[in-house]
């Protein structure tokens, strides 16, 4: 075996498992990158290969290190460090062309466990030109004579015929709701906002310029400081952390004095939790979904509970999608969403809800642990003593906040055991979650029910793609209290501390931005633009390629005529069309077969004796080139020279294996200039 083609298998297999490296356990990179090196430096040595029995200590080594890493074989993390550990080590006994074909379906298999973890377009494009090489080394292994130009150009050639029929699959191959297989658990990462706050956790995810989710409005839309995109509502508090706790109730939110309602559709990213984000507050959700027949966008009126459950038709498709919005607004999915998800709702920002809440929530937003925060509680309770009403007790909280010298700031110091008392009468220095938290604290304290609400404020407007684009670092947190004759009413009060984070963005917030991504640090308008214009690009990818889910395959083939779609007669389609797409291919490359065109010196040659032909000496039938000539120069001597010359130079471009350019532009000059 050549040393080209192990190089060429040797590139094929770090391609495919070098975007790995960042997934794998350091361990387990170091030691496919070892192994590679040493397979390399073998092959550039000439040294023989180790012996099977050291290849299969090291596999044994590996597997016992990915079960003490992961404590299992099984899942998308160990399966995926097995496979890559196992692609680093065949090429360790690449004896034969069988080993090397093993290694090339090894390396073309592995690109796909690639997209376990990114599906964007530098993805697809890098992995693209990883089955370059694959192909490229396959067609050396199978032709070791040609040229690397050579290979290279028949690899894009395959990969270009196969083009129609990756299309016909694309299309028509059934989309069924949920994955093709099942996935274990860990197959799904989490990312964005968790169900319990804690201080810094919301400072932490500020820092990332992930997209959470797109949102188009369907009219105008609202201003940014009215953009609260309501996600966990968050009611037990254990003196450090804030979570939802576990008595929800399943009763439906009463809406009273809606405003005008905000219609708009969000295209969220997968984030491996239950909710959905909508502005606050929503009373109608649309989730599309497959039914046996026809697709339908099934919608939930949120005042009467908010239930949207979508029935499966068949075995194949039995994936219920259902939201339901629950007694304090948020939108729950039946399951995590696992995948990018794409809804329509509704809102309205002016509303009253919930004016004849139920004792047990009014309750549950009283909760405190009173060992904990005893400076805040002993506060509250002299607003309390000094202001009878609520509404005047939350003024006097948020101009405490205003009035105290509050920084907000991404590097508040770190807090004691009693963390509300330490921010609020020490350091003073915190972010959203430092304020919601203590404020919802000081309205319980003073016998106000409150909650804390997380999820998103504003976004980023594209004027390319005519979206709003919301990313991690727009998470924030604010506080709903609930006042006699008004119902829940939100409060910010960073807002409070500072204006412009509502208003104008996070950036524009912090007296000193440099913690934050440079991309967030208002950059130059070039890259601004640069950024919206790929976030465009992007965009466009994830709803037509990787958003080509059940709804719109079904809309799309509905365009084309196709009526009456089921699973089966896509199927039916989808095989009518690769037979098609396989003939007309191989009609194609099969073409000299059928019509089979003389070359331009057959071409010379013939209408050369056509003009002998017509000077009274035609060919016969079964006169050779060297035959006729000399039949010609015995009736026609003053041809004998010329005639003789260009049946032999005939007769040597023709049946000779090899020739140039010039030897055939030769023949068809002195052919034509034949004098008869």
């Keep these: 075996m050549s040393k080209h083609l192990i190089y060429g298998l040797l590139l094929s297999i770090l391609m ?59 899942g998308r993390e160990a399966g995926v460090t097995l496979l890559v550990l196992l692609a680093a080590l065949k090429p360790m006994e690449l004896h034969k062309a069988r080993n090397a074909m093993v290694v090339i379906y090894l390396a073309c298999f592995i690109i796909i466990t690639n997209f376990f973890y990114s599906q964007s377009i530098p993805t697809a494009l890098y992995l693209l030109a990883t089955l370059m090489v694959i192909v490229t080394t396959w067609v050396h292994l199978q032709a070791q004579g040609i040229a690397l130009k050579a290979r290279a150009r028949i690899a894009a050639l395959l990969l270009l015929q196969a083009l129609p029929l990756m299309l016909i699959l694309f299309v028509l191959f059934p989309r069924v709701p949920g994955p093709l297989w099942g ?5 799904y990462a989490s990312s964005g906002l968790d169900e319990r706050m804690a201080p810094g956790s919301l400072s932490r995810l500020s820092l990332s310029q992930a997209v959470a989710f797109r949102v188009t409005y369907n009219d105008k839309p609202p201003r940014r ?119 329509a709702a509704r809102s309205h920002l002016v509303y009253r ?37 609520d509404e005047t007790i939350v003024r006097t909280a948020l101009s405490y906040f205003h009035n105290q010298n509050f920084v907000y700031t991404l590097e508040p110091p770190p807090l004691g055991v009693h963390t509300v008392d330490d921010f609020l009468f020490t350091t003073k220095q915190g972010f959203c979650e430092h304020y919601a938290s203590a404020f919802v604290f000081l309205m319980r304290a003073a016998g106000i029910p409150a909650r804390v609400v997380t999820g998103y404020l504003g976004g980023e407007f594209n004027s390319v793609g005519n979206y709003y684009i919301v990313r991690q670092s727009d998470a924030h947190a604010w506080a709903e209290v609930w006042l006699a004759g008004r119902g829940w009413v939100r409060f910010d009060p960073t807002g409070a501390i500072a204006p412009e984070r509502i208003q104008r963005g996070l950036s524009a917030a912090l007296p000193d931005n440099a913690a934050l991504p440079f991309m967030a640090r208002n950059p130059p308008q070039w890259m601004r633009e640069l950024r919206l214009n790929l976030d465009t690009l992007a965009n466009q990818w994830n709803q037509w390629v990787l958003g080509y889910d059940a709804e719109r395959q079904f809309a799309f083939l509905t365009r084309l005529g196709i009526e009456s779609i089921t699973w089966q007669k896509m199927a039916l389609d989808m095989a009518g069309g690769l037979g098609i797409a396989i003939a007309l291919f191989a009609l194609f490359m099969l073409r000299h077969l059928f019509a089979r065109q003389p ?78």
Aim: proline fraction near 6%.
């Design 16 to 74: 495919v498992i070098a975007p790995h490296a960042e997934h794998l356990p350091l361990w387990a990179s170091s030691l496919c990158a070892g192994l590679l090196a040493w397979r390399t430096y073998l092959a550039y040595s000439g040294t023989a290969l180790p012996k099977r029995w050291l290849l299969m200590l090291v596999t044994l080594a590996a597997t016992a290190g990915i079960v003490i890493e992961f404590h299992t074989l099984f």
């Design 183 to 187: 996935l274990p658990q860990d197959a």
């Design 225 to 343: 400081d009215q953009m609260y995109w309501r996600g966990p509502v968050l009611w037990m508090f254990d003196g450090r952390a804030w979570t939802p706790g576990t008595t929800a109730l399943s009763v439906a939110p009463q809406f009273t004095e809606l405003g005008q309602p905000i219609n708009y559709s969000v295209t969220l990213e997968p984030h491996n939790k239950a909710w959905l984000f909508a502005l606050d507050v929503p009373d109608k959700l649309s989730i599309p979904a497959t039914s046996r027949d026809t697709l339908l966008a099934q919608t939930a009126d949120c005042g009467s509970g908010c239930e949207a459950a979508i029935p499966a038709p068949d075995a194949s498709q039995r994936r219920v999608m259902a939201a339901t919005l629950t007694h304090d607004f948020q939108i729950l999915n039946k399951e995590p969403v696992n995948a990018r998800l794409r809804y």
């Design 353 to 389: 809800a919930n004016l004849q809440e139920t004792a047990q929530q009014l309750k549950r937003g009283l909760q405190l642990p009173r060992q904990f925060n005893p400076r805040a509680q002993q506060l509250a309770a002299e607003w309390r003593s000094s202001e009878k009403d």
């Design 599 to 676: 070359d331009k010196v057959q071409a010379a040659w013939l209408k050369l004796c056509a003009r002998l032909a017509k000077s009274g000496l035609p060919r016969a039938a079964h006169e050779g080139a060297q035959d006729y000539a000399a039949r010609i120069a015995a009736a026609r001597p003053e041809l004998a020279e010329a005639i003789r010359d260009l049946a032999a130079r005939y007769t040597a471009l023709r049946y000779r294996a090899g020739h140039d350019e010039h030897e055939q532009r030769e023949f068809l000059q002195r052919a034509k200039a034949l004098k008869i």
